[in-house]
């Protein structure tokens, strides 16, 4: 460690973060379909994580364009919570859509 700075081991660029992001959002999709035979769960994951997957690559959308789509997601999942007022999935998913938001705009 040198003046001060966190090292993680890996670079914590907002692409990085939008990767890992991604993977999680893919699991909670094929989660929330083995569980709950839920269609929708995996197709609307599946669907997110191909549009913020062409963010992170930088293919076709801008890097701002990931910002709007996790905002989405966030209300998708404020809206799913405050429907079911149970933390897990939605809560959980909505605390880890703000970290990602979040982290994606902090320079380590």
């Known amino acids: 460690m040198g003046s ?3 090292e993680l081991g890996i670079a914590m ?3 990085t973060i939008l990767w890992i992001y991604i993977i999680v959002l893919v699991a909670g999709g ?3 379909f083995l569980k709950a035979k839920s269609k929708i769960s995996l197709t609307t994951s ?7 997957s062409l963010c992170a690559a930088d293919i076709i959308f801008k ?3 990931a910002d709007v789509l ?8 404020g809206i799913r919570l405050s429907k079911t007022h149970k933390f897990m999935p939605s ?15 902090i320079r380590f």
């Open 4 to 6: 001060g700075t966190l």
């Open 13 to 15: 660029r907002p692409e």
């Open 30 to 32: 094929l989660y929330g």
């Open 46 to 52: 599946v669907a997110f994580a191909a549009a913020l």
């Open 63 to 65: 890097a701002y364009m």
């Open 70 to 77: 996790l905002a989405v997601l966030l209300v998708v999942f």
């Open 91 to 105: 809560g959980l998913m909505l605390v880890l859509t703000l970290a990602t938001l979040a982290l994606r705009h």
